[in-house]
DNA sequence: CGTATCGTTGACATTCCTCAAGGGATGTGG
DNA sequence: CCACATCCCTTGAGGAATGTCAACGATACG
């Protein structure tokens, strides 16, 4: 992998940090990867060997209870980064939900260099902290809100948060098709597929919403989307 | 504040990557202030212009909704830090549940000092990481267990966490004080005060515990509780 | 066209919340 | 030292929200 110049996340990613020559290191360190939807990379309790950026793609992070409940407990978009730093084991499993592009350093050889990159460490740390807000907000969203609340706050927040496609304004969107299906969304909110579905259903009978297809959303009234969001 | 090379926390806060000259000049920004039970320091959206490192008490991380339900969303003990460093406004509130102490820094010197000091910004990362996890793992408790699985992992989570008086062994430690009260338990697990105290009298009544005072717990059944949490 | 997967809907069960009352500890003033 | 007030916690009864179980419908795919 030498290519990271013309890079589709050079600007956004970690990298960005980093001068050519850097690049040109750190190009070497990595290399290229597909997987498809439904491929799990990182399994929970793994000792994550490995450490990505991504490039194409939506994965999820999960961590499961002892029965098999399943939580998602965050949501991985282009330009993010995958992996647990400096040596602890993943503590949760790391699953593609769409057919994805990774670009993958072995976490020893990406710790090192980190070591020696301070800047790269600074954006690391940037991203940490921002993804830690977003935590303890959907910690509140866990807690305390209602299937509607909860329904309504992920809408308008996958709105914001999806990444757009050629060439439409990003904040303004109101249509987007979601790259997961109910039960995740479900597992996202702490909520079953049914009591999902009938939150869905309600609102687009209540013209909040249309819904074209199975992934598809169209927020027809944002201002009471809004309210409803609490 | 002059005098950190006799820290309490001196090994264990951010502050133990700096060597004695870095610390010297640390200090020199910082100053010590003691806060009682119930101050809130930073308020949620403020510009959150402090960064700080505890050094005794227990402070709380609150997120609001927009009508008073509150969600604790962290909890700082000594040597965690407070504060969002980097530029961007506290999306928390941060108020003190037991009498502390803290080392402030003014968060643009902080953020100053941060970036010419690598070491420090490595030590904020892997903090920041751990805490991420943790965020992540009580996301799955909020999003997916049953009060009394809640209620359970909170008391073997807080056997653990709560620091250690004056040389107990800290890992077999099974009775403790707890820094706060039924409605504070309440707010970290997503439930009612109502639903706290009912579950910890029927844990009562089922001899997995004591209470032998309003914020004591003495755990009898280490085993049948850590099935409970599921 | 048939089959598998996913989503919706309904009936019912359960958990947790709400509202209300009472109990126990702690602190204060008399 | 006692009476009283306050605060926090517990307990109970009833209700609402969400989960569970089951059947059906729709969509995608071979």
Redesign the pocket.
Known sequence: MSDCSSCTVRGRAICASLDSAELAELGHMGRRQRVKAGHTLLWEGDDAPLIANVLRGVLKLVVAATDG?EQIVGIVFASDFIGRPFGKESPYRVTAMTDSELCIYNRSSFDAFAEAHPHLQHKLLRRTLDELDRARYWMMLLGR??????VASFLLQMAERLPVEAGEPARSRTAFELP???????DIL?????????????M??NGLLD?P???EVVIRDRRAMAILAG
């Open positions: 409940r809100k209602s299937a509607t609340e909860k997961f299906g109910r039960q995740q969304i479900a702490g909520l079953t597929i049914e009591t999902t579905s009938r939150q869905l259903t309600r687009r009978a819904l297809s199975r992934r």
